[in-house]
């Protein structure tokens, strides 16, 4: 049996996000362009003799009870495959918390993998993918990765070809959204017909591999409810467009800006001006990362 596994849990980025109803159970159907970044969070797994699922993490506010989503998900297979062992988890966060980048969720699927490979539990990726919905709409994606299509409550992924190499710059403002706030405060109804990003324009634009139609029509539909609650995250934006982003874009419910950049020069100038320069007030954690395609990794994390 494997006694230490180490994990990458990887954060998204939405090139676009719609939502086409609310459902009867309170999810909604939703069309989503997912795109893994290259910022993790490290998992390691501990194998112990007794049993039990012991967390550790280097943030104080997270829960290391049931409530983490690594515990849900470690909890998961473990009780289905009878797994008389114990686990320890350390979580060393580095995606920005309640901001739209599914930090929990990826952590959920990285410790889904962990543990059907510690275990040897012979799941495979799509079994595992069945198993994550349970956890979270967004945590099958997150043991897909790469660049795909979102639909559904965010269980049916179609994979979509790899984004052109980019960079791309991360800020979050100082404030934390709850998902369930932005959804139950969105007004489908009231909104207009632009206000729908052309999800379809998108897969077009990736499929010819144009990062310049991609970047011409990110959209996401969640920025009518959060940008109204934070006008912050529309000066982020402009700021990042300022600094030379081809476009920039809120990511899930925000508060996350991420803005696109063709020219790595002007990405690092980006950087350092909102790091340490006169616009450094605006956000709290600022980012220097890039697209991240999983078929650069061959075993599966
Ligand atoms: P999404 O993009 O899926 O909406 P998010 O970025 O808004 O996700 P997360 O950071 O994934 O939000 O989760 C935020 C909430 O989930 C917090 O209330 C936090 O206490 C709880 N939580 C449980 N487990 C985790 C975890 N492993 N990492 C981060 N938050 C967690």
Redesign the pocket.
């Known amino acids: 049996m494997i006694r230490h596994l180490g994990l990458k849990a990887y954060g998204k980025i939405n090139l676009g996000l719609d939502v086409l109803r609310r459902r009867e159970d309170g999810y909604h159907d939703v069309r989503m362009i997912m795109q893994t970044v290259g910022l993790y969070d490290k998992i390691d797994i501990y194998l112990k003799e007794t049993p039990g699922i012991e967390i550790v993490t280097n943030l104080f506010?997270?829960?290391v009870n049931e409530?983490?989503?690594?515990y849900k998900a470690a909890k998961l297979l473990m009780d289905e495959f009878h797994v008389s062992h114990g686990i320890r988890i350390t979580?060393k966060?580095f995606?920005?918390?309640?901001?739209?980048?599914?930090?929990?969720?990826s952590?959920?699927a990285a410790v889904l993998f962990g543990v059907n490979k510690m275990f040897q539990l012979g799941l495979s990726r799509e079994e595992l993918m069945k198993r994550g919905v349970k956890i979270?709409a967004?945590v099958p994606y997150c043991v897909l990765r790469g660049t795909a299509l979102s639909e559904g409550i965010g269980e049916v992924l179609t994979p979509l070809p790899d984004m052109p190499q980019c960079q791309v710059l991360i800020a979050k403002p100082a404030v934390g959204?709850s998902?369930k706030f932005v959804y139950d405060n969105l007004n489908l109804e009231g909104l207009k017909a632009e206000d729908h990003p052309d999800i379809d324009g998108i897969i077009e634009a990736i499929k010819s591999h144009n990062i310049h139609q991609v970047s011409q029509r990110l959209g996401n539909i969640l920025e009518t409810v959060t940008i109204k609650e934070y006008p912050v995250i529309e000066q982020i934006k402009e700021k990042i467009k300022e600094l030379g982003a081809v476009n920039a874009l809120m990511s899930?419910?925000g508060p996350t800006v991420f803005g696109i950049f063709v020219s790595p020069k002007a990405a690092e100038n980006a950087y350092e001006e909102l790091r340490y320069g006169e616009s450094k007030g605006l956000v709290k954690q600022v980012y220097l990362t890039n697209f991240y395609n999983t078929k650069e990794v061959t075993n599966g994390q």
């Open positions: 506010y997270l829960p409530n983490n989503l690594v979580l966060k995606i920005p918390v309640s901001a739209g980048m599914a930090g929990g969720s952590d959920a979270g967004d959204v998902t899930g419910s």
